[in-house]
C-alpha cells in the first residue's frame, strides 16, 4: 500500500515538473527597452583591443584612468620643479644660479664700501632667508609629487594584479563551469579579496618596494 | 528530455564576423549585439528579476564577452561562450547580495515568503507563471531557471552557488513546489 502510494507521488511529481518545464520553457523572450549598444561601444573604445581587461569593476576602469591621467601631471610636475640648492644630487638650474650670483656678486661688492656695510649684510641675510624658503618649498613638492607617485602606482599594480586574477578566474569558470566551488577557484577569490584589501590600504606598494 | 532553452544562445559567429569583433569593428560588435541583446537581456532578467539589474548586467556582460573574444577558442558555439559569461556575471552578484544562508532557511519560511498576502492577491489576479517565478526569493529562482530551462544539472548549479548537491536538488524541489502552488492555491502535496 505504501509502495503504492509514493509510486503515485513520484509519478505525480514527475509529470508536474515536467509541465512545468514545458511552461517555463514556453515563456517568450523579452526585449530590453532601453538600447545599451552605445554604452557598450563606449566602454571598448575606451580599452585597447590588445588590451583584456576583463570583468574589471567599472569603478576601477574609471579609477584607472584617473591614476594614468594623474600620473603624467606628476611626471609634468618632476620634469618641470627646480632642484633644490643643497641637495646632494641636485644641480642647480642656470636661473636660479644667475640670480643667487648676481645677487652675490652686488653684495660683495657693497661690502666692500665701509659705510653701506650693514645694509648689504641685511641684504644678504634676506636672500639667505629666501632661498631657504624657497628649498623648503621644493622639498614639500617633491616629496607631494613622491605620494603622488606612489598612490598611482599602487593603483597601477591594483589593477594589474585585478586584471589577472579576473583573467584566471574567467578561464577558470570557463573551464569549470564553476567559480567558487573547487580550492583553485577559493584561492583566486582570496587573492582578489586580498589584492583589494591591499590596495586600498596602499600596502601594494610597499609589497613591491620594500618586501619583494 | 534535453531542455531547449527559452532563450535562444544556440547560435554562433562565422570566421569573419569574429575576426571583425576581434578587431572592434563597431559595426560588426553591433551586429552580434544586435543578435544576441534580447537573449542575454531575458536570461539576465529571469535570474535577476530586476529590470534594471538586467540592463545594467546585459551591458557589462557583452563589454566582458567583447574584451575577451581573443580567448573564445570557437570550439564551442559562440552562444553558449556567452551565455556562460552571462549567468557568471549573474550569480556572482546574487552571491553578493546576500549571504547563502538564506537559502538554508526551512522550506516552510520559504513557502511562507511565496505565499505572502500580497503575492496570493496578485496571483489570483494574473495566474501568472512570471509573477511565481518573481514571487521566489532571487537565489531560488535562478536555481530553477538554469535547472529547467537553461538545462544546468544539479552538479553545475551545485558548483556554480559553491554548495552540496543536496543544495541544488533541494532548492529545485522546493522552487517547483513553490511556483505550483502559487499556480495551483488548492495545490495539495
Not at chain 1, 666692500?112 to 639667505?128: H, I, K, N, P, V
Not at chain 2, 532563450?7 to 543578435?35: I, K, N
Amino acid at each position: 500500500m505504501s509502495t503504492e502510494n509514493n509510486t503515485h507521488t513520484s509519478a505525480r511529481e514527475s509529470a508536474a515538473e515536467h509541465t512545468l518545464r514545458m511552461r517555463l520553457q514556453a515563456l517568450p523572450t523579452e526585449a530590453p527597452d532601453v538600447d545599451r549598444l552605445p554604452a557598450v561601444l563606449t566602454a571598448l573604445e575606451a580599452t585597447p583591443a590588445s588590451v583584456t581587461a576583463s570583468h574589471v569593476n567599472p569603478r576601477v576602469r574609471v579609477w584607472a584612468g584617473a591614476c594614468a591621467a594623474a600620473a603624467s601631471l606628476a611626471l609634468v610636475l618632476v620634469w618641470k620643479l627646480p632642484t633644490p640648492a643643497n641637495s646632494e644630487t641636485s644641480v642647480p638650474t642656470a636661473e636660479v644660479l644667475t640670480q643667487r650670483n648676481g645677487s652675490t656678486e652686488q653684495v660683495l661688492k657693497q661690502r666692500s664700501g665701509s659705510t653701506e656695510q650693514l645694509t648689504a649684510d641685511a641684504e644678504l641675510m634676506a636672500l639667505m632667508e629666501r632661498s631657504r624658503v624657497a628649498e623648503a618649498d621644493f622639498l614639500a613638492a617633491r616629496e607631494s609629487t613622491r605620494t603622488s607617485i606612489r598612490e598611482w602606482e599602487n593603483q597601477q599594480l591594483a589593477t594589474l594584479a585585478l586584471h589577472d586574477l579576473d583573467r584566471q578566474l574567467e578561464r577558470h569558470a570557463m573551464e569549470t563551469r564553476s567559480s567558487t566551488a573547487d580550492p583553485t577557484a577559493r584561492r583566486l577569490w582570496q587573492a582578489r579579496v586580498q589584492t583589494l584589501d591591499d590596495a586600498n590600504q596602499g600596502r601594494l606598494y610597499a609589497r613591491v618596494r620594500y618586501v619583494d | 528530455m534535453k531542455p531547449t532553452s527559452a532563450t535562444t544562445f544556440h547560435s554562433t559567429l562565422d570566421g569573419r564576423e569574429l575576426s571583425a569583433c576581434r578587431d572592434r569593428e563597431p559595426s560588426a560588435l553591433s551586429v552580434v549585439y544586435r543578435r544576441y541583446q534580447n537573449a542575454v537581456y531575458t536570461l539576465c532578467l529571469r535570474l535577476l528579476g530586476e529590470r534594471e539589474a538586467a540592463l545594467d548586467h546585459m551591458q557589462e556582460s557583452f563589454i566582458d564577452a567583447f574584451e575577451n573574444l581573443r580567448t573564445y577558442r570557437a570550439d564551442a558555439p559562440f552562444g553558449a561562450w556567452l551565455r556562460a559569461i552571462v549567468v557568471h556575471r549573474c550569480l556572482r552578484t546574487l552571491r553578493n547580495q546576500k549571504s547563502l544562508s538564506s537559502l538554508d532557511q526551512s522550506e516552510q519560511s520559504i513557502l511562507e515568503h511565496a505565499l505572502a498576502p500580497d503575492t496570493i492577491s496578485r496571483l489570483e489576479q494574473s495566474h501568472d507563471l512570471l509573477a511565481a517565478l518573481n514571487g521566489l526569493k532571487p537565489k531560488m529562482r535562478a536555481v530553477l531557471w538554469l535547472y529547467f530551462v537553461e538545462g544546468y544539472s544539479h552538479e553545475e548549479i551545485a558548483s556554480a552557488f559553491a554548495q552540496s548537491l543536496s543544495f541544488s536538488k533541494s532548492t529545485v524541489a522546493r522552487g517547483a513546489l513553490a511556483v505550483r502552488t502559487q499556480l495551483e492555491p488548492h495545490h495539495v502535496h
